[in-house]
């Protein structure tokens, strides 16, 4: 199975895990260059994964907010307020 079809199955929560135990292994220096540069790539697959798992999560959440007539209405979040 390829690293990469692999992503599908796994959490965003066990992508992050993987992603931090590889920080710690290449942090370590433990490992021969040839498999640090392997976890390296892992490690930016995963990174680029959580990253996308995080902008379709911040996409679906939405704020409620009422106006100033007192109905509800949904806006898209942003972490800019």
Known sequence: MSKD???DKLSFEDALGELE???RT???GAG???TSIDAYERGMT???FC???LKEAQG???KITLAADGTAKAEAFSLSE
Request: glycine share 0%; no cysteine.
């Open 32 to 34: 021969d260059l040839k």
């Open 60 to 62: 679906r959440i939405e």
């Open 5 to 7: 079809k692999d992503l």
């Open 21 to 23: 135990k590889i920080v």
């Open 46 to 48: 995963l990174k680029n």
């Open 26 to 28: 290449l942090e370590s």
């Open 51 to 53: 990253e996308a798992k």
